[in-house]
Each structure stands twice: as C-alpha cells, then as structure tokens.
C-alpha cells in the first residue's frame, strides 16, 4: 500500500474514525493503469510463481479425482518434441464425467504472420466470452502465445 502511494498511484479519499485506529479508505488516481512490465526473467518469474503455484494445485485435484490424464511426449511435423498432457488412450476429454482440463502448455506452433493473428483474435474472443460468464467452480486459464526469435532452441 505505502508502495503505490509513493509512486502516486493511490490516493487516500477519506478516513473513517472508529474506537481505535481510523480506518483509511484509498481510491487509485485512474480508472486504469498502464505499467510497463519488468521483462528480465527473475521478475517474470517472481510474477507469475502464484499462478504456476495455483495450476499445480488444481491438477493435483483433477488427478486426486482420478481424472484419467497421462504426459504425452510426442515429435511434431517439424521434428521437435512437444510435451503435453493428454487424457489415457480410449478416453473422451468431453466426457461429462471429466473434469474440464485443457494443458496444451508446451506445444510449439509454426505459424505465418496472417494465421499467428487469427489465432490470437480467436483465443481473444472465446476467451472474452467466458469471462463474462459467473458462478460455478473456479478455473484458472493460462494460455500464452508469443512468438519466438529463429535463434531460440525448442525445448519442450
């Protein structure tokens, strides 16, 4: 808080007296923040280690409920090897006794300017339509697409 308030992005709109301490309510100084990101990869790390934390917990509990989900090493049309997770060989992930699990994390994508754009318009408006849905069970969705200097060695 005395951070954000330093940097002049909160500020402090009233202060409500009660028995003890007054309690301070703070506002931000705009309806919405741009803030360049800090790219070197301990701060990327550091800011994302919550999510990659809640990910882990939430496969431990589709696997705990005996989810039928297998690693799923496999070389793609361009000979790299892609690792990802796939549901047991027989078994249909829209089976409505499963879980919904979508972790195609790893896999690489070749893709030329126009189709790389699609997709992201694409992920963009599903991605917008469940956002607006409510109630039901969390899900947490992380899905990152970003493309790659040639000079960067494919590691699945």
Not at 5 to 28: C, E, N, P
Not at 61 to 66: E, F, G, I, L, T
Request: glycine share 8%; proline share 4%.
């Amino acid at each position: 808080m005395r951070r954000y308030l330093r940097l002049g992005l909160l500020k402090l709109i009233r202060k409500i007296q009660r028995g003890g301490r007054a309690v301070k309510v703070y506002r931000s100084v705009a309806d919405e923040l741009l803030i360049h990101p800090d790219f070197s990869l301990e701060a990327y790390l550091r800011q994302h280690a919550v999510w990659e934390q809640q990910i882990y917990q939430g496969l431990n509990y589709v696997y705990a409920n005996k989810v039928p989900v297998s690693n799923h090493l496999y070389r793609n049309e361009q000979g790299v090897f892609c690792l990802g997770s796939s549901l047991l060989e027989g078994d249909d992930p829209l089976a409505l006794d499963q879980s919904a699990v979508f972790t195609g994390f790893h896999d690489a994508l070749y893709l030329d300017y126009a189709n790389a754009k699609a997709l992201q318009g694409e992920l963009n408006a599903v991605w917008q339509k469940y956002l607006r849905k409510k109630g039901g069970q969390c899900h947490l969705l992380r899905l990152v697409l970003v493309p790659l200097p040639q000079e960067v060695e494919i590691i699945p």
